[in-house]
């Protein structure tokens, strides 16, 4: 009988050690994603859409959107592929997120393509948006000595490699966008400029050319207002903008660290300016934070 016993219980005790394996071995199943570019990631897939693939690394969170048409296949851990296009096969294997780690992204910020709306025709959305960008990060290097600024040239080049613009920046979580640039903290920004038409200003001075008249012969003059009347004018024409201006800093793991929408005084078409800087300031990062 004790001998039933004892092999009974080595035989649970095999049972459970093969199961352990089995979970282990399970665990250690990763989904392999091959980009074009020859990249692999390892992880898990965690959800297919039309456009793009959900993907979260190993022993992370936080997932990732990818692009179908930046796909080659996936290698599922239960075995199955799924192909999406050719893949060179001598790309590297990589476990952490790209294109940059935490130590790189550390205290860098980058200032993004502001959006830009206004009802004037003669102003160019993407030039004012590239204006209002770097009128931003001019005030930041000056503000924020304590960070590392991206300079607008290398954030326009990273995203226009990504098909991304001031036209379609806000299709992605502010968290992708800041691990897309390489840094740790983000800034969004909208200008609205409102054309409330054009006011005239003048004015006219009138002179005229006088003249004595004198009668010698009887001794009597005639003193009277002769000759031609001389008018000048001048006019100067300016047009008076209603300015709004929103700021949103975010860092990299997608929190909200300031948010703020100023309706800005003056009529001039760079008041927005003073509306940025006034924001700047009161950032976490800024000269005059809590002191709204």
Do not use: W
């Not at 004037?120 to 993407?126: A, G, H, R, T, V």
Request: hydrophobic share 30%.
């Amino acid at each position: 009988m004790r001998n039933y016993i004892k092999v009974f219980l080595l035989f649970l005790l095999f049972i459970g050690c093969f199961a352990i394996n089995v979970e282990v071995a399970a665990q250690e199943k990763v989904d392999v994603v091959f980009l074009k570019s020859g990249e692999k990631k390892e992880g898990k897939v965690t959800g297919i859409t039309e456009s793009h693939v959900k993907f979260r690394y190993s022993g992370e969170e936080f997932d990732y959107e990818i692009p179908k048409t930046d796909l080659a296949k996936i290698q599922f851990s239960s075995g199955r592929e799924e192909v999406f296009g050719t893949v060179d096969t001598g790309g590297t294997v990589s476990t952490t997120p790209a294109p940059a780690n935490a130590v790189d992204a550390h205290n860098k910020i980058a200032v993004l393509p502001f959006q830009f709306s206004s009802n004037d025709p003669s102003m160019d959305p993407k030039a004012m948006s590239s204006l209002a960008q770097n009128t931003t990060a001019n005030s930041i290097r000056q503000q924020y000595g304590n960070l590392m600024l991206q300079d607008p040239m290398t954030t326009n080049a990273l995203l226009a490699k990504n098909n991304i613009d001031y036209s379609n920046i806000t299709t992605m979580l502010p968290a992708e966008v800041a691990n897309l640039l390489g840094v740790e903290y983000v800034v969004y920004g909208t200008v609205n400029l409102t054309n409330k038409g054009a006011t005239t200003y003048g004015s006219a001075g009138t002179t005229y050319k006088e003249r004595e008249k004198t009668d010698y012969s009887r001794g009597k003059s005639d003193d009277r207002t002769k000759g031609s009347a001389y008018t000048s004018t001048s006019s100067t024409t300016k047009i008076d903008y209603d300015t709004s201006v929103d700021f949103r800093l975010f860092n990299n793991k997608g929190t909200n660290m300031y948010s703020d929408s100023r309706h800005v005084f003056g009529s001039e078409v760079d008041s927005y300016e003073s509306g940025i800087d006034y924001m700047i300031k009161r950032t976490p990062f800024g000269s005059k934070y809590g002191k709204k």
